[in-house]
């Protein structure tokens, strides 16, 4: 069974730092492009942080440039999201998503329709 679990969410201060992990079990993660998304309460799911399945080169939005940190680590199967200096605003349900087709950072970012995606990690910001 193809499996991607998140975990490491959890209640955070502003201004604060979170790690998530996105572990996939069933299919090895170094042939896909995995993305970020969150989905806060009310609005749409939208794309945070992607890398990308060829090079390892990455793609931030906006609010995640020079916050947040994606990497992978093949060993582990594993891929993670840094967040650093959160904000309220960050809070919500973050998913991981892989795809096989997809090559590079940019378009997995907007890849809602990833084959395969995890169950969320609910990440709270708030003092």
């Known amino acids: 069974q193809l499996q991607l679990v998140e975990s490491g969410g959890g209640l955070v201060q502003p201004g604060g730092s979170l790690r998530l992990s996105c572990t996939a079990s069933g299919f090895t993660l170094d042939y896909y492009a995995i993305g970020w998304f969150r989905q806060a309460p009310g609005k749409e799911r939208e794309g945070v942080s992607c890398?990308?399945?060829?090079?390892?080169?990455?793609y931030y939005t906006d609010f995640a440039e020079g916050r947040f940190i994606i990497s992978r680590d093949n060993a582990k199967n594993t891929v993670y999201l840094q967040m650093n200096s959160v904000k309220p605003e960050d809070t919500g349900v973050y998913y991981c998503a892989a795809d096989p087709r997809i090559t590079s950072a940019q378009a997995m970012c907007f890849r809602f329709r990833a084959p395969y995606w995890g169950q969320g990690a609910q990440v709270t910001v708030s003092s």
């Open positions: 890398i990308s399945r060829t090079d390892d080169s990455t």
